[in-house]
């Protein structure tokens, strides 16, 4: 338990300082976080904050899909848009491209290994990964179809609210997926032998 609240921490205060990375290496972001930098330049909130309330807003949309968070889904929402914030403060703008291809590597890089510490930590799913698996449970729709509607609409919205949509975006998109599939099973906690069920609990119960 000890090292399933440490990885989930440490995995949440990761993935957003990672979305700082890339937001600060200005070459494209996810298209989640277009839909952040869209509504920050619209609102004038911070881009942490609002990461914040759009984690609020999925979640919401969990209740129609009968999806249940976990400790995990909520110290999503309430801890990666801070540490973006964090992230923000301390990395600054630059101008050279190179560092900024850099700045983006290490963000997509350090958001690879922190899906694979938070969620390999059994707690939950975050509310936008909760959010697909949710829609695909509930109406038994294709996971990639689900993910494609929501992340080119949210990409779509976030774009025309002035996001940064780039070379990094494409880059993300491509490259997350095979990413995280090396670091979740590597940073899988493994479960109890205790937690396996015997065949004969499986039949009483």
Known sequence: ????????????????????LMVRG?????PWDVLSQGISLQ???????????IGVAVLLLWIPIRQKPGIGTILNVLLVGPSAQVGLWVIPEVDDLVTRV????????????????????RFGPGPRDGLMTGIHR???W?????????EV????????LG???????????????????????????????????????????
């Open 1 to 20: 338990m000890a090292r399933r609240i440490a990885q989930l921490l440490v995995g949440l205060f990761c993935y957003g300082f990672g979305i700082a």
């Open 26 to 30: 200005a070459i494209g972001v996810a």
């Open 43 to 53: 609102t004038g909130l911070p881009f942490g904050f609002v990461t914040n309330l």
């Open 102 to 121: 850099v700045l983006f590597a290490g963000g997509l890089a350090l958001v690879a290994v922190a899906t694979g510490l938070y969620i390999g930590a």
């Open 138 to 140: 509930r109406w038994g």
């Open 142 to 150: 294709r996971i990639w179809i689900v993910r494609t509607a929501i």
């Open 153 to 160: 609409t949210v990409l779509a919205i976030g774009w025309l």
């Open 163 to 205: 996001g940064n949509v780039g070379i990094g975006t494409l880059a993300f998109a491509l490259l997350i997926g095979p990413m995280v599939g090396v670091t979740m099973p590597l940073l899988r906690v493994p479960e109890p032998a205790s937690d396996e069920p015997t065949p004969r609990e499986e039949v009483t119960t």
